[in-house]
């Protein structure tokens, strides 16, 4: 795979019209459902364009081949997560829950919010190894969730012993984001719920037990 193809060049149509926007995002959401099941490798134009119930020729008049499909499927997966996580953390009052309980609240929300595509996620493992293009956009959705992280602390700035709240807001959204991958995707074997349990009590001490 050529990793530094310049997907922004091509020369594919981009719809205006709402039928062809409709194609389009019918497209993209075929393919995301073929790359969540199969995998990047084991899916082709042909399947994609199959499943999204359009010609061939018509896919390739929206994208020009699978890569740039997949890169906007992965665009998508970002947002919705993104969306999915806002909405499920806008239901919560950080600034009045008890501190411990917050936590653990925090850490299902993070869970619900992979309910977006599981799979699509445990393809990006492998993609963002192997492709450029796909580093950056996970890199940057990354760096998103860790501004996020320190703006939820900030709620709770006032009674927080750690002395450098953007460092210990990276301590706490690292090893949050270790124990939701886990009980994501690594999960067999486990007591799920211990290790939660655990992981809330690390984090509620460290960040308020003086």
Same mark, same amino acid.
Do not use: P
């Given at each position: 795979m050529n990793s530094t193809k310049n997907t922004t060049e091509s020369t594919t149509r981009k719809p205006i019209q709402d039928r062809s926007i409709k194609t389009r995002e019918a497209i993209v959401q075929a393919a995301m459902k073929l790359f969540s099941e199969a995998g990047y490798h084991r899916t082709n134009t042909k399947q994609i364009a199959a499943a999204a119930n359009v010609s061939t020729g018509s896919f390739y008049s929206y994208f020009t081949d699978k890569r740039e499909v997949f890169m906007e499927a992965?665009?998508?997966?970002? !947002?919705? %997560?993104?969306? *999915?996580?806002? @909405?499920?953390?806008?239901?919560? /009052?950080? @600034?009045?829950? =008890?501190?411990?309980?917050? +936590?653990?609240?925090? +850490? =299902?929300?993070?869970?619900?919010? !992979? /309910?977006?595509? +599981?799979? %699509? !996620?445990?393809?990006?493992?492998?993609?963002?190894?192997? =492709? @450029?293009?796909?580093?950056?956009?996970?890199?940057? *959705?990354? &760096? &998103?969730?860790?501004?996020? &992280?320190?703006?939820?602390?900030?709620?709770? #700035?006032?009674?927080? #012993?750690?002395?450098?709240?953007? &460092?210990? @807001?990276?301590?706490? %959204?690292?090893?949050? =984001?270790?124990?939701?991958?886990?009980?994501?995707f690594y999960n067999k074997g486990l007591d799920l719920e211990k290790i939660k349990a655990e992981t809330a009590d690390m984090i509620y001490v460290y960040l308020f037990v003086r």
């Open positions: 992965l665009k998508l997966y970002c !947002h919705q %997560f993104t969306r *999915q996580l806002d @909405s499920l953390l806008q239901e919560m /009052d950080f @600034s009045n829950a =008890d501190k411990l309980t917050g +936590i653990k609240q925090l +850490i =299902d929300c993070l869970v619900r919010s !992979h /309910d977006v595509y +599981i799979g %699509f !996620h445990s393809e990006l493992t492998a993609m963002y190894e192997m =492709d @450029s293009e796909v580093r950056s956009l996970i890199d940057t *959705q990354m &760096a &998103a969730n860790r501004e996020n &992280a320190k703006k939820y602390l900030y709620t709770w #700035k006032d009674e927080l #012993k750690v002395g450098d709240l953007d &460092a210990a @807001s990276i301590v706490v %959204f690292e090893a949050l =984001d270790r124990l939701v991958d886990m009980m994501v």
